[in-house]
């Protein structure tokens, strides 16, 4: 099982390939349907900074956090995988999440240097292992608003 610590390196994603086990721990990121757009919106239009969000060497877990938990959301929702590009291209080497993504994208995060990893639904776990959370940017989308989390040792599958 490799260890991996957030922010990360391009080098470290070149190193991980498809089946390898992964503990994640460090500072991490949360979006999805929601918050995803506004996200590649700001990057768009270049307010990303003003926002406080520096997405270099972040990973990008697609769940909402509400008080009941984390868990993992459907990362092959429009919404979701129709972003990866734009995110992976400014700075997002892990996205995190649950369900198969189209080839192409798969191939578009390799040419990123970026990698998908999928993670189990098991919110009792994760919350266990989520040690802060608060809103980053977007707060009025409640339980979707972009979320920062300290974690340590969330299991996924590169």
Request: overall charge negative; proline content about 5%; charged content about 25%.
């Amino acid at each position: 099982m490799k260890r991996i610590t957030i922010p990360t390196t391009k080098e470290e994603m070149k190193g991980l390939k498809a089946g390898d086990m992964i503990l994640i721990s460090g500072t991490i990121l949360t979006g999805r349907d929601a918050v995803l757009p506004n996200v590649v919106r700001a990057i768009e239009d270049g307010t990303l900074a003003e926002k406080g969000i520096d997405l270099e060497g972040q990973l990008m877990f697609h769940t909402a956090v509400s008080p009941a938990g984390v868990g993992p959301t459907s990362s092959n929702k429009l919404e979701i995988e129709g972003t990866m590009e734009e995110l992976s291209k400014a700075g997002v080497r892990v996205h995190l999440g649950k369900g198969q993504l189209k080839q192409e994208t798969i191939d578009m995060l390799a040419e990123n240097d970026s990698v998908y990893a999928v993670i189990p639904p098991v919110t009792a776990l994760l919350e266990s292992k989520t040690i802060s959370r608060k809103v980053l940017a977007f707060p009025e989308l409640g339980m979707e608003a972009l979320h920062i989390l300290e974690i340590e040792d969330y299991p996924a599958i590169v």
